[in-house]
């Protein structure tokens, strides 16, 4: 699912450049009705508050600034108002200081998980500090490869890999994390990730997919409807995915190496039986405030 340069370039918007004029000097030509008539903010505030866009006036705010020709900003909304998520509308998504290249199809990074990389740029620290050399991070479910980006982002010196089961997303994730010097691999798991890396890792972040099965279809239309499934989808009581990352993770951690892997409040109990099934000492963390809950595990040195 569960990266990118600090100042994204203009290709990051999801709309080609508007064609240049081929008039002549003093040569007349009937303007397009968007550009004729373009959208007040307004009304655009308007048309998003109808569409059930909670902060209408903010969301506005942000398309009409991203958007460059009074066309594409029709567009744009419309494509907002229909329900594509507005991360996908605009092309990035910010998370943790970082603008992020979010392309359509990929899963958008919540702001909750922003308290998971918090907790791994504390530890992944501690772990230079103690170890003297780079770290080596990895980025297991990595969609956008916001958290892998946003890792290196907080840490001086780190040897980061991610990797993906979805191609889209790992089209999306190699512009962001190769803008912190990472690689990014296509695969399921640990599958693709290279054979050197075993009992090397020490931070492994998994934004595995927690929600149930049975849950999947009372998620918001945004998430269901334009969000891959597999990142979504976590199995009968979402901890399937989990559970393969804790039952392989010992293989790769180093040595007083850390797992972070978010979840829900009600599902910590058995993730962390999970952890400790696996020989990982295992702890819960969890912010109020971003309603975020994580298990960290790590494996004894």
């Known amino acids: 699912m569960s990266s990118s340069p600090k100042s994204p370039p203009a290709q990051f918007s999801p709309f080609a450049p508007a064609q240049s004029s081929s008039l002549t000097p003093g040569q007349s030509s009937p303007l397009p009705p ?3 008539a373009p959208l007040p903010r307004s009304t655009v505030v308007t048309r998003l508050r ?5 902060f209408a006036e903010d969301e506005a705010e942000l398309l009409v600034s991203a958007a460059r020709t009074p066309d594409e900003l029709a567009v ?11 991360e996908h509308v605009v092309g990035w998504a910010e998370f943790r200081g970082l603008r992020v290249a979010v392309d359509p199809g990929v899963f958008v990074p919540r702001r909750r998980t922003e308290f998971l990389v918090g907790r791994a740029v504390e530890l992944g620290r501690r772990t230079t500090g103690r170890t003297r050399r780079p770290l080596v991070a990895v980025d297991l479910c990595c969609g956008s490869g916001a958290v892998g980006a946003a890792l290196a982002d907080g840490l001086e010196r780190v040897e980061l890999y991610a990797a993906d089961i979805e191609p889209a997303a790992v089209r999306c994730a190699r512009r962001n994390v190769a803008a912190m010097g990472g690689e990014v ?3 399921d798991l640990f599958d693709p990730l290279p054979a050197a890396l075993r009992g090397r890792i020490d931070i492994l972040v998994a934004n595995v997919p927690y929600v149930p099965s049975e849950e999947v ?3 918001p239309p945004e998430a269901r409807d334009h969000e891959p499934l597999v990142a979504l989808d976590g199995g009968a009581d979402g901890l399937d995915v989990l559970r393969r990352v ?3 993770a010992p293989r790769w951690l180093a040595p007083g190496g850390h797992l972070l892997v978010e979840t829900s409040e009600r599902q910590a109990p058995r993730a962390v ?3 400790t099934r696996n020989g990982l000492l295992a702890r819960v963390d969890s ?3 971003l309603y975020a809950t994580i298990v960290v595990g790590t494996r004894p040195d």
């Not at 109808?50 to 909670?54: E, L």
């Not at 744009?76 to 507005?86: F, H, K, N, S």
């Open 76 to 86: 744009m909304v419309e494509q907002r108002v229909v329900g594509l998520p507005l």
């Open 273 to 275: 039986e999970a952890f």
């Open 217 to 219: 279809g009372l998620l």
């Open 50 to 54: 109808a569409a059930g866009c909670v």
């Open 246 to 248: 804790t039952a392989a």
């Open 185 to 187: 691999y296509e695969g």
């Open 287 to 289: 912010s109020d405030e």
């Open 34 to 36: 968007a550009q004729v």
